[in-house]
């Protein structure tokens, strides 16, 4: 099947909350968030817990931003890093809203945020949410070494960000959601699992080079093109590969990841990434932004490493996916 862009007349984000730790609190975007737990525990007595405390402070916040009740929620797309996304099927436990887990890896929030708006377009659904969440500790133990272990971070390596994002999308939002371009999955052989921005960024650049061919859009039409988390290595790969297929985004690009973390200052070699990095960037940073009229059309692309723990250590190749949505203010003409 011909893939194709699917262009939408009424879905749009109509809230959007973040909820992060002590590192992204001391980043470039701090004072954006809406709520954070210097200690990253979030009350809870495990990193596991305290990443679904964070999904169900996302979602509880951004319910209370657009005085809505969890009952006028038709359905909730959500997913994590954890295995079989248990971070999200706990943390939205106590919601009484049917649910539906994704793994799109660090595209879940785009992901989401796709299913979500296709339905509400199409008339299905009122009002979807989307949630995701990723937590350092928890990651970390999961697809490397215990923190106590103490190992060192290749360069090229990104920091999992801790947090949580949470879109509420309906129809009558400020932030319209007026395309999107579900991604494909790409495998060019990379099986550096330190090297995550290198495995995403061919599926971004198939993406964006198919979007560009698709629509007959110029990147001058767009005041941004975001990925979710490609970090400094992935994005001057990706911008590199764009470049050779003749399209030239190096003015108008920018990253989730380069963005949340002063890597220097911080010490986050080459960047952010996690399911978080790119959700509590979009919620915090972009969509107000684009409420405020700051930014009128812009591109969004959210990319994953499709990647377990058994495919890393069987030393197995690392997928990559990269969803794409065009976000665009209130009064931007189609």
């Given amino acids: 099947m011909q893939r194709k862009i699917i262009r939408l007349r009424d879905a749009s984000i109509i809230s959007a909350a973040s909820v992060v730790g002590k590192n992204e609190a001391e980043g470039p975007l701090g004072d954006c968030f809406d709520i954070h737990d210097a200690s990253d525990k979030f009350g809870m007595k495990t990193w596991e817990k305290a990443e679904s405390e964070m999904q169900r402070i996302a979602l509880t916040t951004a319910l209370a931003k657009a005085s809505v009740g969890e009952r006028e929620i038709n359905a909730v797309f959500a997913g994590d890093l954890l295995n079989q996304c248990v971070g999200s099927a706990y943390g939205l436990l106590d919601f009484d809203i049917p649910y539906f887990g994704l793994y799109g890896a660090c595209s879940t929030a785009a992901e989401g945020l796709t299913l979500a708006s296709m339905l509400v377009d199409a008339g299905i659904f009122d009002v979807c949410a989307a949630v995701t969440s990723s937590h350092y500790c928890s990651a970390e ?6 923190l106590e272990y103490g190992s060192q971070r290749s360069p090229l390596a990104q920091w999992t960000v801790t947090g949580a994002g949470a879109f509420l999308v309906g129809r009558h939002g400020k932030v319209k959601i007026r395309e999107v371009l579900p991604g494909i999955v790409i495998d060019k052989g990379i099986t550096d699992a330190s090297n995550m921005g290198a495995a995403m960024a061919p599926a971004a650049a198939d993406t964006i080079e198919k979007y560009f061919a698709l629509s007959g859009a ?3 039409d767009f005041d941004a093109i975001v990925t979710g988390d490609l970090g400094a290595e992935g994005g001057r790969i990706l911008c590199e590969l764009l ?3 003749g399209i030239n985004v190096f003015d108008r690009y920018l990253d989730c ?8 200052r911080q010490d986050k070699h080459s960047g952010g990434s996690g399911c978080g990095c790119s959700a509590v960037v ?16 812009m591109l969004i692309v959210g990319t994953g490493a499709l990647m377990s723990p058994s495919s890393v250590q069987q030393g197995l190749a690392i997928p990559g996916v990269a969803h794409l949505l065009r976000l665009c203010a ?3 003409e189609d």
């Fill in 141 to 146: 133990r999961q697809y490397r070494t215990p």
């Fill in 218 to 220: 110029d990147v001058k």
């Fill in 243 to 245: 470049f050779a297929a």
């Fill in 257 to 264: 990841g380069n963005l949340i973390y002063d890597c220097e």
């Fill in 282 to 297: 979009l919620a915090s940073h972009f969509c107000p932004r684009i409420e405020r009229g700051e930014i009128k059309n």
């Fill in 330 to 332: 209130e009064d931007t």
